[in-house]
């Protein structure tokens, strides 16, 4: 596990906050993230855009629809995260679906994280049983291939946590990303059997938008995600989200370190 991984993630629960590259601008969204950090948050996502984001809400849809149109590329994910990663030692992480990884070049996509200083990838799309395809040329970058655990994967659990690295994303409902006003999966016995096999710390994303859902969440595993909520700040304030953003994050951020 990178070692700012395992930072964010010591004697104490860990905020993680997400939001897309290029979304609505550049500019806007190299201060939306700065914002998330200085709110508080231990480790960022930063999406890649994708033109097919099959494990997305329409939330996250549209703010990648706009980082595309707005020319956002892999390679300017790159420059967006170097820029944040000379401002910062948080770790940073990249969500994003197969295809652009793979277009780009396994070797390349991981070389280019580890000279700027990306510390793992989550990708949805990505079976834990086909991993192995990109997981071997991650680590000789030393860089961290984020699993995730559905509330559909019991029988899967032990073999994905004992495999992990970086951290592990408990997914906490079916269905996409997006707000929810209830969780109803039973999460405290998904997180009974992956602390029983995994190593790593577990964080748990998907639907979480309120400091209340954060503080709830982190009380039963070692962090919280949030996503869509964050996304949506931009959705409404445009070039001018950071600072709503840079409240909300506050709220949740605080909620999580005080479970």
Partial sequence: MSNRIAKAFENKKAFVGFLTAGDP??????DNIMALINAGADLVEIGIPFSDPIAEGPVIQGA????????????????????????????????????????????????K?????????ICPDMPFEEKQEAD??????????????????????????????????????LGVTGVR???KTDLSAIMESVKKY?????????????PEQAKKMSALA?????GSALVR????????????????AKALADAAHGA
């Fill in 25 to 30: 601008a550049f500019d806007a969204s190299y």
């Fill in 181 to 183: 006003s209830e969780i």
């Fill in 233 to 248: 700040l931009v959705e409404k304030f445009g070039e001018n989200a950071a600072p709503e953003i840079g409240k909300l």
């Fill in 64 to 111: 990648d629809v706009r980082a595309l149109k707005g020319g956002m590329t892999t390679d300017r994910a790159f420059e967006l995260a170097a820029k944040v990663r000379s401002q910062t030692d948080i770790p940073l992480v990249f969500m994003t679906y197969l295809n652009p990884v793979f277009k780009y070049g396994y070797d390349r996509f991981f070389g």
């Fill in 136 to 173: 071997g040329i991650a680590r000789s970058h030393g860089v961290s291939i984020i699993s995730m655990i559905a509330p559909t994967s019991e029988e899967r659990i032990k073999a994905i946590a004992e495999n992990a690295e970086g951290f592990l994303y408990i997914v906490s409902s």
């Fill in 222 to 226: 070692d962090g919280v995600i949030v």
């Fill in 198 to 210: 995994s190593k790593v710390p577990a964080a748990i994303g998907f639907g979480i938008s309120s």
């Fill in 113 to 121: 994280c580890a000279e700027i200083g990306v510390d793992g990838l």
